[in-house]
C-alpha cells in the first residue's frame, strides 16, 4: 500500500522566517493535496497539484510536485502566527480510481513571535 | 456558499451504543468520503459514496456502515461502540469522485468519544 512520509514531524520557526516541509511517496504520485488542520478541527483545503513539476501559490503558500522524486514541497514564506497548525499531505490512491487519499502523518508548525 | 456540514460536533457514548453522524456536502458535490482521524492511526478512509451507491470502502469492521441520500448527503453509522472507536470522523466531499482532478473540501468533524 501507498505511504506518505512527511518531514519535517513538527517544526518551530521564528515569525518572519521562511520553512519547507516535505511529503514523499512510496509509490507513484498522481496528484498531491496539501491540507491545514488546527488541532481537533476540519482540513482546511490549501492546494491540489495535478502535474509532475506543477507549482501553485495562494498568498505567502506555495507547493511544488516533483513526480520524478515521489515527492511534494510546501514552502511558506515570511511565516506569521496565522500559519501555526499540523499541515497535511494526501495522494489519490490508483486502486480506488483515485477517489480516496492516503495522508502523511502531519507536520506541526509552531510560530513564535 | 456553505462547505461541507457536518452534525453534531461533539459525541460522547458509552461501549456497546451505537451512533450516526452526519454529513452534508457543498451544495452541487456528489460525492462524500468519511475518514477517521486518531493520535496512533492519523487519518484513515472509511468509505466513499456517489449517486447513492457506495464505490470504495477502507479496511474497517462491518460494524462501521454508511450510506447515501439522494440529495448527497450522507450518514455513516458504527453500532456496539468501542473505546477505539473514540477519533475524530472527518466528512470530505467533491464534485465527482476520482480525485486526480477535482478538489476534495472536508468539514469540521464529529469527535467521538466512547466511555
Known amino acids: 500500500s501507498q505511504e506518505l512520509e512527511q518531514s519535517p514531524q513538527s517544526l518551530i520557526v521564528q515569525e518572519g522566517k521562511n520553512l519547507t516541509i516535505n511529503c514523499t511517496s512510496s509509490k507513484t504520485l498522481y496528484g498531491l493535496y496539501w491540507y491545514k488542520q488546527k488541532y481537533g478541527e476540519g482540513l482546511i483545503f490549501l492546494m491540489m497539484l495535478q502535474k509532475g513539476g506543477e507549482e501553485k501559490s495562494h498568498e505567502k503558500i506555495t507547493a511544488k510536485l516533483d513526480e520524478k522524486k515521489q515527492q511534494s514541497s510546501l514552502h511558506i514564506t515570511a511565516s506569521q502566527p496565522s500559519h501555526a497548525g499540523i499541515y497535511l499531505c494526501?495522494?489519490?490512491?490508483?486502486?480506488?480510481?483515485?477517489?480516496?487519499?492516503?495522508f502523511g502523518k502531519g507536520t506541526m508548525l509552531l510560530v513564535s513571535p | 456558499k456553505a462547505g461541507v456540514t457536518q452534525t453534531p460536533r461533539y459525541l460522547i457514548k458509552t461501549r456497546g451504543q451505537q451512533v450516526t453522524l452526519s454529513c452534508s456536502p457543498i451544495?452541487?458535490?456528489?460525492?462524500v468520503s468519511w475518514y477517521q482521524q486518531t493520535p496512533g492511526q492519523g487519518l484513515q478512509f472509511l468509505f466513499e459514496?456517489?449517486?447513492?451507491?457506495?464505490?470504495n470502502k477502507g479496511n474497517f469492521p462491518g460494524r462501521f456502515s454508511g450510506r447515501q441520500f439522494s440529495n448527497s448527503r450522507s450518514e455513516m453509522n458504527v453500532s456496539t461502540l468501542e473505546l477505539g472507536d473514540s477519533a475524530l470522523y472527518l466528512c470530505?466531499?467533491?464534485?465527482?469522485?476520482?480525485?486526480?482532478?477535482?478538489?476534495?473540501?472536508f468539514g469540521q468533524g464529529t469527535r467521538l468519544t466512547v466511555v
Open positions: 494526501g495522494a489519490p490512491k490508483a486502486d480506488s480510481g483515485y477517489s480516496t487519499l492516503t
Open positions: 470530505a466531499s467533491s464534485i465527482l469522485p476520482g480525485r486526480m482532478n477535482t478538489e476534495a473540501f
Open positions: 459514496y456517489f449517486s447513492e451507491t457506495q464505490r
Open positions: 451544495s452541487g458535490h456528489r460525492s
